[in-house]
């Protein structure tokens, strides 16, 4: 397996269109959910992505501070750096999962996309 760490601007076009389709395809298709997933947060993130065999197993960008959320934020998978300040805006019916490895609820529900969510923050120590 291959670990791939690249800003916005050292994306291949092959490698940001494959990227974006398996987000739709899970974010949007999978889950039924018609929202704008290019948000304009893309250009200011880390993207990361795990190949095996060089096909894309896992993904996940990183966003700083002031741009998805207030705290830098890790959006759509989890991260084994235990480093406080990492935030997720999770569904909420995943919260039992994400509490398992370390995220604590920080915020009331709140409806996005039409999918009820909740803001969680990493909290190192309490898996």
Same mark, same amino acid.
């Given at each position: 397996?291959?670990l791939?760490k690249?800003?916005f601007?050292?994306l ?5 269109y ?5 987000r ?5 298709? $999978?889950q039924?959910c018609v929202?704008q997933?290019?948000?304009?947060d893309? @250009?200011a &993130?880390?993207?990361?992505? %795990?190949t095996?065999?060089?096909r894309v ?19 759509r998978?989890i991260?084994t750096?235990?480093?406080k300040g ?5 569904q $909420?019916?995943?919260?039992?999962f994400y509490?398992q490895?370390g995220?604590? @609820?920080? &915020?009331?529900?709140?409806? %996005?996309?039409?999918i ?6 990493f909290c190192p120590?309490?898996?």
């Open positions: 397996m291959t791939h690249k800003y601007s050292e291949t076009v092959e490698e940001l494959e990227l974006l389709r398996i739709s395809e899970v974010f949007v298709v $999978e039924n929202y997933d290019m948000d304009g893309d @250009q &993130s880390v993207h990361l992505w %795990l095996d065999n060089d197993v896992a993904l996940c960008r990183v966003c700083p501070a002031g741009t998805h959320m207030k705290e830098v934020s890790i959006g998978v991260t750096e235990r480093r990492y935030g997720i805006e999770a $909420e019916y995943a919260k039992g509490e490895v995220f604590r @609820q920080s &915020s009331d529900p709140f409806i %996005l996309d039409g009820p969510h909740i803001k969680m923050a120590g309490k898996v």
